[in-house]
């Protein structure tokens, strides 16, 4: 368990400003920003390699701030794995026990077993350069679990690697996290990433925190443009929100103006989920709240379900439809086609004023 | 060969008989007729036998050569003998690819440079391997034009090495060998510049760790003063260090007083010296060093558990160790090769620099080569060590020892159960 409080630090032009996180035991953790964002910084804050400006770390209850890395649990793992290249594999994964004082036996049988784990055991007498990066990136994972870290910090471990590659240790990564259930903290840029590894996923921008939440919660409802934008959330229009009747808003885009359950007055964003747009054939009714005709640009078949795009005045939609249903549309032709959706499914959000 | 080119053969043998009987009766006597037509004979065979006919430029190649050759032996050597033998490895070795080349520096600087001929043929011959390299690899115009005015630089510095060697004989080095003054300045040498460079690896190597991995006021300067000592003329060092701690100044009584050290005159000096001239070859080869490791390897290890010391210690003193080793070795051949401030500041006991530059000054060049060519010698191990250096390093050889105890069969261990 990790709790990280009010967290401030500057190290060149990274910064982390009053960061507050918290990580459950078991947990999955998924920090996510954009390249320079002061991710990298952060967990090596929580290593204990730069010393925080103000606030704590807490480590399994522990305040962190007088205990040097070396004495913190915490298994590492960086984004190019820094094995140590004078030391073969089998060395570089017992190195953190040797530290310890493990014995030779016990040490050589957690190896043997972590290589098991990983499925690396062929790699144990390699030296490390001559290993490609995802065997690198296992490697590092093996050496950093090898000392049973309260904490394992991740930083980009997937990034250098080829989609293949990527995959698989992804793949892994899960695997050993249901099987060790070690606390995680993982930094990444990509959404994808976090999609499939997260428990929940803390967004931040800048060395600011701009959103914490559930994995599923984050991506179908993003707290701010930025979030929106940087989870690629589906169908983002932005307007401008004004009290409407029944306790809704209506929200002036571009190019069509629609209802939504919400709060927010004043200039906001929406994301309305492709699965929750349907579409007709017939023009849309004037009786229906959010109804709109709009010509189809594009359509991509994706096996069982198709998504179309559609041009509704100067904004776009984006529709899931079950492939029979896209068959039906196709067959009676013409490109003017309805969409619909309820004002329950618009999320709304409130726009930042820098962006 | 077939019955027509048998008589061709004969008629030409015939022919080249009658000219060789004319032309060169009275010149060379009758055995060295003898060698000289047979060998001649053997070009000839060999060109119409191996050489084929119908490449004509092939022929015309084979015939300049073996003209190339009688011009330099017989006319301008005037050695028909060594023509003789010339023309047989010629011919035998036309086809073997390069050879030619090789055979004709030898018989080039054999016959034009005669007393410099060893290191010409040396020096040639590199730099026909490198050219020849350079062709069959096509490596154009600019890769040609560098490799050239480089190897002028190079052959700048090491013929006169190379003459320095070959023009002394092994009676001389024997005889300078057993010298007992010889064999006290080098051993003095050795061994000074030896301390020398321990003392600047102790206290080097941390400042070299420091200037790289700190960022600390002041370091521009740090790492300008580095350098200080390469400026300096070596004189003027020798005399700074006798102003500070030479036998009249309160430092060198202090020292002589408590420690019964004396700076000038004795190997204390000298080694002050050599730890003046040389520390900067050593600082700059381990800030190098250190420089290529990654800040973030110490991180990883301090995670793991190592305390910054241990952590550099198994991690980054390792990984730069070969780096440190190389400026250890130019440290070292600075404080072996250094004169000037010794003259100042120890002339006696003498180091061989100083004992070589003594003998020159009373008894000429002669002399003064033996030793020259002997503390040359003594300087190659560390040439040797730079070699060998590139392929060998201690840690990967602790690296596969400490191995023998990892089975990585994948069957043979038991599941994680």
């Known amino acids: ?105 016990e040490r050589r049988e957690r190896v043997g077993l972590l290589a098991d784990l990983l499925r690396i055991r062929y790699l144990l007498g390699r030296g490390v350069t001559s290993l490609s990066g995802g065997e690198m990136q296992k490697v590092a994972m093996a050496r950093a679990l090898a000392i049973k870290p309260d904490i394992l910090l991740l930083d980009e471990p997937l990034s250098p690697l080829d989609q293949a590659s990527k995959d698989s240790l992804l793949e892994e990564i899960r695997r050993l996290h249901d099987q060790l259930g070690t606390t995680t903290l993982h930094v990444t840029h990509d959404h994808n990433i976090a999609r499939h590894l997260a428990d929940r996923i803390a967004l931040i921008r800048d060395g600011s925190l701009m959103q914490v939440g559930e994995t599923a919660e984050v991506f179908r409802y993003p707290s701010s443009d930025f979030a929106a934008g940087f ?101 009676r032709g013409g490109s003017k086609i309805s969409a619909e959706f309820a004002p329950e499914a618009v999320h709304v959000f409130r726009r930042e004023a820098a962006a | 060969m077939n019955r027509r080119e048998v008589i061709k053969f004969g008629a030409l043998a015939i022919a080249l008989l009658a000219v060789q009987a004319l032309t060169l009766r009275g010149i060379l006597r009758p055995v060295g007729q003898l060698c000289l037509y047979l060998s001649n004979l053997f070009a000839l065979f060999m060109g119409m036998y191996s050489v084929r006919p119908s490449k004509r430029m092939d022929l015309n190649f084979y015939v300049l050569g073996y003209l190339t050759l009688f011009v330099l ?90 003459q320095m060697g070959t023009m002394t004989s092994f009676q001389d080095l024997t005889k300078s060998i057993s010298a007992d003054y010889v064999q ?8 000074s510049s030896s301390i020398s460079t321990a003392v600047i690896v102790l206290l080097g190597v941390p400042l070299a760790y420091v200037m790289v991995r700190w960022r600390f006021r002041g370091r521009g300067i740090a790492d300008t003063l580095i350098d200080i000592p390469i400026l300096i003329p070596q004189p003027v060092v020798g005399i700074a260090l006798l102003t500070m701690l030479g036998p009249k100044t309160s430092a060198g009584q202090f020292l002589y007083n408590y420690f019964g050290v004396e700076i000038a005159g004795s190997v204390w000096g000298i080694c002050a010296a050599q730890i003046f001239v040389s520390c900067p070859f050593l600082i700059r080869g381990a800030m190098t060093a250190f420089q290529a490791v990654d800040e973030r390897l110490e991180y990883a290890a301090q995670t793991l558990g190592a305390h910054p010391i241990k952590a550099f210690l198994t991690i980054t003193l390792p990984l730069a160790s070969k780096g440190i080793f190389y400026g250890c070795i130019l440290s070292w051949a600075r404080a072996v090769s250094e004169f000037g401030s010794l003259t100042v500041i120890a002339y006696k006991p003498a180091t061989a620099p100083v004992l070589i530059h003594d003998i020159f000054t009373q008894y000429g060049l002669s002399e003064a080569r033996p030793v020259s060519v002997l503390l040359v010698v003594v300087c190659l191990w560390a040439f040797v060590a730079l070699r060998v250096m590139r392929t060998w390093s201690p840690a990967g050889l602790l690296t596969r020892a400490a191995l023998r105890h990892y089975d990585t069969n994948p069957a043979s261990e038991p599941s994680l159960g």
């Open chain 1, 231 to 331: 989870v690629r959330a589906p169908n983002i229009l932005l307007g401008h929100a004004a009290r409407a009747e029944n306790g809704l808003v209506r929200i002036d885009c571009d190019g069509l103006s629609l209802r939504a359950r919400s709060e927010l007055i004043g200039p906001v964003g929406v994301t309305i989920p492709p699965e929750e747009v349907h579409l007709g054939l017939t023009a849309a009714s004037a009786d229906h709240l959010n109804a709109f005709t709009g010509d189809v640009e594009r359509v991509e078949n994706q096996g069982g379900v198709a998504t179309i795009a559609l041009r509704v005045g100067h904004d776009h939609l984006v529709a899931t439809i079950p492939q029979t249903k896209l068959t039906e549309i196709m067959k």
């Open chain 2, 184 to 191: 006290n300045a080098i051993r003095l040498t050795v061994v």
């Open chain 1, 1 to 105: 368990m990790i709790q990280i409080q009010h967290l401030s630090r500057a190290w060149g032009s990274f910064s982390l400003k009053d960061i507050c996180l918290c990580a459950q035991p078991r947990e999955y953790l998924v920090i996510l920003g954009p390249t320079g964002c002061g991710k990298t910084l952060l967990l090596e804050t929580v290593a204990g390699i730069h010393r925080a400006y103000a606030g704590t770390v807490r480590i399994a209850g522990e305040d962190m701030a007088n205990v040097p890395p070396y004495r913190r649990s915490i298994g590492f793992v960086y984004q190019k794995s820094m094995l140590f290249p004078n030391l073969a594999v089998a060395q570089n994964i017992e190195y953190g026990l040797k530290m310890r004082r493990v014995p030779a036996r």
């Open chain 2, 73 to 162: 032996f017989f006319i301008l050597a005037r050695q028909p003998l060594l023509l003789a033998l010339f023309v047989i490895l010629y011919a035998a070795l036309y086809h073997v690819p390069g050879a030619v080349g090789y055979l004709f520096i030898f018989a080039f600087s054999f016959a034009l440079f005669a007393p410099f001929s060893l290191p010409v043929f040396l020096l040639a011959s590199l730099f026909y391997t490198g050219i020849r390299w350079l062709v069959l690899r096509r490596a154009g115009l600019l890769a040609a034009v560098c490799y050239v005015l480089g190897f002028l630089l190079f052959a700048a510095t090491l013929l006169p090495m190379l």
